[in-house]
């Protein structure tokens, strides 16, 4: 471990929710025709890390997994001040599952070498299972802390101390380094890109790509081979039956009593369903 704050930010890049469609041969998400953008909780990550590098120096590195054409996304991270960024590009990572997912991460983390700690945001808006930071740090074998909501960093120990989000409170953990810690969404305020760093947005270097080769894990463990989770099925979602719609008429006079009438009626109604509700 160096004295200087190496941080891992685990970005991942998804396509916009209401342009995404679903391949019902593969059953995986069909990203074809949608836009891509940071995944909004690892953005708050992002700017956790920054904040760190502002506090106590050390550096930033973006990680992600995905085709080649989220590198223009990528180096939205590193115009916001991110040092360099690693791409996880094969097609033997494609249709991974939470597992699969997790542990290729955690190889390429193992392949830095030289990380303190790994911030994530708390899920994604495309699965939303929250299972992934977990995974990376049991694959790891580091502390952990989920739904952070404040991170300190103690540079004489060495630890982290995080607020994290609990049912009804909140919950303090202190924790050695390495780690791994997802933040809430909103839990900061992401800054704007630095002006001077505008011409990695278009520029080529700054973002490294590595295949599975470069892991050295098998390939049976990767992507689709190595999720022992499918989609069994698909069906459409029926949204419910639209409010119920009255129109009364007649004088003034009578328009208000069928008004009052019905509106009795659904009183009534809700009364005697609460006085038949257990307890």
């Known amino acids: 471990m160096t004295s200087e704050l190496h941080t ?11 342009e995404v469609g679903v391949d019902r041969e593969t059953m995986t998400l069909d990203r074809g025709n949608a836009r891509s953008e940071i995944n909004p909780p690892d953005m708050n990550a992002l700017e956790a890390a920054l904040a760190l590098k502002d506090r106590f120096g050390g550096r930033v590195s973006l990680l992600s997994m995905g085709p080649p054409f989220v590198i223009p996304t990528l180096r939205v991270g590193l115009a916001m001040g991110a040092d360099h960024a690693y791409l996880l590009s094969d097609r033997a990572f494609g249709g991974a599952d939470t597992l ?6 955690a190889r390429a983390i193992e392949k830095l070498g030289d990380v ?6 708390e899920e994604s808006s495309d699965g939303a ?9 049991a694959w790891l074998d580091v502390p952990q802390a989920t739904y952070g909501m404040e991170i300190e960093f103690d540079p004489g120990r060495r630890h982290l101390v995080v607020t994290r989000e609990v049912r009804d409170g909140e919950e303090v953990l202190d924790i050695p380094l390495p780690a791994v810690v997802s933040l809430k969404v909103s839990c ?10 505008f011409e990695l947005l278009d520029g080529a270097g700054a973002v490294t790509t590595w295949t599975a080769d470069d892991l050295g894990e098998d390939r049976e463990r990767l992507g689709l081979a190595g999720s022992p989770t499918s989609v069994a099925g698909l069906r459409e979602a029926v949204s419910a039956s639209g409010r119920r719609r009255e ?13 009052y009438d ?14 038949e509700a257990p307890g």
């Open 116 to 121: 303190d700690l790994v911030l994530c945001g």
């Open 8 to 18: 891992v930010v685990c970005l991942k890049v998804v396509p916009k929710s209401e």
């Open 129 to 137: 299972t929250a299972q992934v930071p977990p995974g990376i740090a």
């Open 247 to 259: 129109v009364v008429s007649g004088t003034p006079e009578e328009e208000a009593r069928i008004l």
């Open 262 to 275: 019905r509106i009795s009626e659904f009183l009534r109604g809700a009364d005697a369903h609460r006085q």
């Open 100 to 105: 699969a997912t997790s542990l290729t991460l």
């Open 188 to 197: 900061n305020e992401p800054r704007f890109i630095h002006p001077a760093r």
